[in-house]
């Protein structure tokens, strides 16, 4: 394989990795703000908001953790697929 394509391949990998990050850190704050928004509630429609972000934060992580296993297997198989047409040539 030549080095530009094992380079272009690293940088998907770690692009796909800050990604996951970020839908994890996302999750979180939405986690945190719920958290914080139902502590401090004082009206009801304020405390709704709040009970809200919970599911919302685990549906982030959930659709994060997904689509970062789906890319990883996508990057695998064009390595390989890669991988094996530079040594048949």
Known sequence: MIVR???AISR???AN?????A???SGVALLIAGISIIH??????????GIACLPAAAVTIIIGVQRYKK???SIKQH???SETISKSE
């Open 5 to 7: 394509d094992e380079l």
């Open 12 to 14: 998907t990998v770690l």
């Open 17 to 21: 990795e800050r990604t996951l990050l």
């Open 23 to 25: 839908y994890l850190r």
């Open 40 to 49: 401090f509630a004082q009206q009801a429609w304020f405390y709704g908001v």
């Open 71 to 73: 890319m990883n297997v």
């Open 79 to 81: 390595k390989e697929k």
